[in-house]
């Protein structure tokens, strides 16, 4: 008989595409817990415009009450168009009044993004593998000027001891 361990997942799903990825994102984690090893107990949470918008604060206290809570946060993109944040006071857009109140209460400063660049893209960017042919990459947006780039096993790359470090964030 297999235990099942249980994780709390507080589900905040954002603006714009956000809950169409977190929709997805709920799939793969029940396609995870189909084999009754571990299971998710996800509670969703308004963050970011759409917290604006339901409760009047981007990083509302029910949603801070539901993370506080959770053993993770599962978080879709947050932000809005220019003339939307323009309707919101500052201190509350999603960015200023959640995201960055969020990083504060956990000590958290990194998003974790995968990238994938297109072979006939790749002499437009400097992300390339260093003569490896795989272009999946792993990319930390540090939050703090820079991005660090994790590459895939096998590449050949992942045997030097500094990871490729862009330093422009717009990268």
């Given at each position: 008989?297999?235990?099942?361990?249980?994780?709390?997942?507080?589900?905040?799903?954002?603006?714009?595409?956000?809950?169409?990825?977190?929709?997805?994102?709920?799939?793969?984690?029940?396609?995870?817990?189909a084999d009754g090893q571990v299971a998710f107990e996800c509670v969703e949470a308004p963050f970011g415009g759409d917290g604006y918008h339901k409760t009047g604060k981007a990083f509302?206290?029910?949603?801070?009450?539901?993370?506080?809570?959770?053993?993770?946060?599962?978080?879709?993109?947050?932000?809005?168009?220019?003339?939307?944040?323009?309707?919101?006071?500052?201190d509350e857009r999603p960015e200023r009044g959640g995201l960055l109140p969020m990083r504060r209460r956990y000590?958290?400063?990194?998003n974790y993004r995968p990238v994938y660049l297109p072979r006939g893209l790749s002499h437009f960017s400097p992300l390339k593998a260093g003569g490896g042919r795989r272009r999946d990459r792993s990319a930390d947006d540090q939050g703090a000027g820079g991005w660090t780039l994790l590459w895939p096993q096998g590449t050949g790359q992942e045997r030097s001891r500094e990871p490729f470090r862009a330093r422009n964030p717009r990268v």
């Open positions: 008989m297999t235990d099942t361990k249980t994780f709390k997942i507080a589900l905040l799903a954002g603006d714009g595409i956000g809950p169409e990825i977190l929709s997805e994102a709920k799939k793969v984690m029940d396609a995870v817990q509302p206290n029910e949603t801070i009450e539901v993370c506080d809570d959770a053993d993770a946060i599962l978080k879709g993109p947050i932000g809005l168009s220019k003339e939307e944040s323009e309707l919101i006071p500052v000590d958290t400063f990194a």
